[in-house]
């Protein structure tokens, strides 16, 4: 069965760096599609931060381009997000997600939060 396992978060100063990973139970990932979303408050909708294809085509959010690097190294079972230079509006639950290419089976990791603050 697929589990994603989220670490890193925690507090981060304003312009200094982060890594979180996102490690899968099996090799799911080989075969998906696998993203970050950042949920920023409870009552608002989780928003796609970056997302990394089996084939390794990226895609990010445009608040997190220049600033923000997913990656999958060596195509394992971990995703990572590299952040430099947070600011207060990158704070939130960050979920690692999941997806076949066809859509048929999704997976959410229960998140990290980040705090950005001095």
């Known amino acids: 069965q697929v589990h994603l396992v989220e670490s890193g978060g925690g507090l981060v100063q304003p312009g200094g760096s982060t890594n979180l990973s996102c490690t899968c139970s099996?090799?799911?990932?080989?075969?998906?599609?696998t993203g970050w979303y950042r949920q920023s408050h409870p009552e608002k909708q989780r928003e796609l931060v970056a997302?990394?294809?089996?084939?390794?085509?990226?895609t990010y959010a445009d608040s997190a381009k220049g600033r923000f690097t997913i990656s999958r190294p060596n195509s394992g079972n971990t995703v990572y997000l590299q952040m430099n230079s947070p600011n207060p509006e990158d704070a939130g639950v960050y979920y690692c997600?999941?997806?076949?290419?066809?859509?048929?089976?999704?997976?959410w990791g229960k998140g990290t939060k980040g705090t950005i603050s001095s």
């Open positions: 099996t090799g799911f990932f080989s075969i998906a599609i």
């Open positions: 997302k990394i294809t089996m084939g390794g085509t990226i």
């Open positions: 997600q999941t997806m076949d290419e066809w859509g048929r089976r999704e997976y």
